[in-house]
DNA sequence: AAACTGAACGAACGATCGTGCTAACATCTC
DNA sequence: GAGATGTTAGCACGATCGTTCGTTCAGTTT
């Protein structure tokens, strides 16, 4: 019954929803969520400002939107494409070349959403920060999981703390990212790469493990 | 002859000019630059609009004013206290640790100053990005500086890539900083403290130097 | 004492912010 | 067809933004 509804008011709407939405996460991974005006989308897209407010009710639920679609942008850009790849060491390091190359080739045109815009709550409480530390918190576990994988596959050694290795890993990315935007350099991309091997090799099992090469 | 001044009209003017920064520093850690309103600081301060602004002639300019007062403050906090700590490995792990204390003991109520700013400007060309630019681009030499006096010193190998290691032990502090600030644990530095042992280890000619115990 | 300098104030400017209202219009349900 | 429903536009609101201007007053210089 539910299902997707065939209603064409309905559908235009959620339409333009999506278009606002296409703008925002472009505007807030340049000039954050703050940034984000009504009035600036509406002219950018041709809208009337309040059919714009219309169709979120408030800035801040269209601040949440925007976390929930980049959310979304981030989930094709970077999980989906490790999903083919059988547990292991090798889709563990497939998930950070991933996240390097998402970072790289400006899926957002600032670099990562999520790093622009947490830097820029996470030291004011409220539900825009709550949104974000539940989206990194996700991201987080999906990078221990996919540790524990490999781990399970015999492929990390037993004594491997996850925790750290997963918080030392993200650390490179982010780094990576945020110097190379700032700088407008590739360097910090490559030097993530070398290390995040290292680190990996310093845990694996087998540090001659092919994945890792 | 010139010397500091002694007229007391220019004194109380740079009097107030470091009060309004003693508090710009701290909205820009937490909210960011842009949230640095000139009638905000006035009301805080028990100003006028217009004489806060006359102090610094445009409000980017008060905002540049903001990313130096942050860097004396840095100084003092992180870069003075290692001074006394004679060149070596003791003195490039102290570095490391006195930053994880300014993060953690939030010198900056919003943890890192120019990690919030940074994210907020790093996609936006114009004299503020130049200036966190420069920032983080003598921050990164400190460090780099202070490993290759390590080196210099015997306790680093002499193939050791000091731009990979500076960059991993930046990354791990501001990660730490980030993820705390987020979600108000103190897990991260601890993580990220034994992490950038490992790291320091790794590059040693001694593994078991005393400085790393 | 007169002339000058610099900090700070108060009032006003045009612009933009988020947010309400009401009306026009398309689309669905009956 | 009539009536309900949902999207979008137009207009106005109070607030706040950065900035300008003229004035007041403390302090320096001559």
Redesign the pocket.
């Known amino acids: 019954m539910a299902g997707p509804t065939?209603?064409?008011?309905?559908l235009?709407?959620?339409?333009?929803?999506r278009a606002v939405l296409r703008r925002a996460v472009e505007i807030a991974s340049v000039e954050g969520l703050e940034a984000?005006?009504?009035?600036?989308l509406?002219t950018d897209l041709?809208?009337?400002?309040?059919?714009?407010?219309?169709?979120f009710g408030?800035?801040?639920e269209l601040q949440l939107a925007t976390v929930r679609a980049a959310r979304r942008i981030f989930a094709d850009a970077v999980l989906a494409p490790v999903a083919d790849i059988p547990p292991g060491l090798a889709r563990a390091r497939a998930l950070c070349e991933g996240w390097l190359a998402y970072s790289r080739t400006r899926v957002f045109p600032g670099g990562c959403f999520f790093f622009e815009v947490t830097a820029e709550f996470d030291a004011r409480p409220g539900p825009l920060r709550d949104a974000l530390a539940d989206s990194a918190r996700t991201w987080h576990r999906i990078v221990e999981d996919t540790l524990a994988e490999a781990r399970t596959a015999g492929a990390l050694r037993p004594d491997t703390d996850l925790g750290d290795l997963a918080f030392g890993l993200i650390a490179l990315l982010e780094a990576a990212n945020s110097q190379a935007v700032l700088h407008e350099e590739d360097t910090p991309y490559q030097r993530a790469g070398r290390l995040l091997l290292r680190l990996l090799r310093a845990e694996a099992t087998d540090p001659a493990d092919p994945a890792l090469a």
């Open positions: 065939t209603d064409r008011r309905l235009r709407g959620e339409e333009t929803r984000l005006s009504i009035g600036r509406a041709g809208l009337s400002k309040s059919g714009v407010f219309a169709g408030s800035k801040e």
